[in-house]
């Protein structure tokens, strides 16, 4: 059975950091791209960052680049998501989600984590 | 940066059937799917590649896409398809992903 659990979560103030983990089971994670994507409270889904199954590409959305680190460790099947120089507005619960490749260019997220709450208050 | 249009909200009866739009230029060129996330837990997907179901979504649920706009339409409403609903797609030349808004299937 596929799982991702996320953790790492937690309440941090402005201009903080924190490392969020997702530990990944029951599939081979080393052939998997990765993906966070959060959800502020009582908003929509966003995309958050993008890394390919071997770290040989990293993509982030404009509102993290240059704050967030996406990274992997496939020897121990995990994801990471360093964010540093936290704002309020990162407040969110974080997913990671795989990406399933349909065909040769389509994909989309087929697995999620039950997400982790990030608070970012003083 | 590309941007995906769906209306806040939907409300239909149950037994009827609701459509929910994702607007988007060049929506044509690209593949939309879709997303069901009802409170507290995680989204799980609906609609695939514009219009393919993933096994285990009851035939209820179909997908569609017209000129610039993509729809998720689901028949025969029940109360357990209250819901908030996402398209997605990949925008290959930002190397990004793109979810629309959301809009929230109200069943009265």
């Known amino acids: 059975e596929v799982q991702l659990v996320e953790s790492g979560g937690g309440l941090v103030q402005p201009g903080g950091s924190l490392r969020l983990s997702c530990a990944a089971s029951?599939?081979?994670?080393?052939?998997?791209?990765m993906n966070w994507v959060r959800q502020a409270p009582g908003k929509g889904l966003e995309w958050v960052s993008y890394?390919?199954?071997?770290?040989?590409?990293?993509y982030y959305a404009d509102s993290v680049k240059g704050r967030f680190t996406i990274s992997r460790d496939n020897t121990k099947n995990s994801l990471f998501l360093q964010m540093n120089s936290l704002r309020v507005e990162d407040t969110a619960v974080y997913y990671c989600?795989?990406?399933?490749?349909?065909?040769?260019?389509?994909?989309?997220?087929?697995?999620w984590g039950q997400g982790t709450l990030v608070t970012v208050s003083s | 940066s590309y941007v995906l249009t769906q209306p806040p909200s939907v409300s239909v009866a149950p037994g009827q059937t609701a459509r929910i739009t994702c607007g988007a230029n060049?929506?044509?060129?690209?593949?939309v799917h879709w997303y069901q996330q009802k409170p507290g837990q995680a989204p799980v997907l609906v609609v695939y590649?514009?219009?393919d179901r993933p096994s285990g979504i009851p035939e209820r649920f179909s997908g569609s896409k017209s000129g610039n706009t993509a729809a998720l339409t689901i028949s025969r409403v029940e109360a357990g398809d209250e819901a908030d609903y996402y398209c997605?797609?990949?925008?290959?030349?930002?190397?990004?992903?793109?979810f629309g808004g959301g809009t929230k299937l109200n069943v009265l």
């Open positions: 989600a795989r990406r399933f490749y349909y065909d040769s260019s389509g994909s989309y997220f087929d697995y």
């Open positions: 029951g599939f081979t994670f080393s052939s998997y791209e």
């Open positions: 890394i390919s199954s071997s770290d040989s590409s990293r």
């Open positions: 060049n929506i044509g060129s690209q593949s």
């Open positions: 590649d514009d219009s």
């Open positions: 997605q797609v990949w925008d290959s030349s930002s190397d990004h992903v793109v």
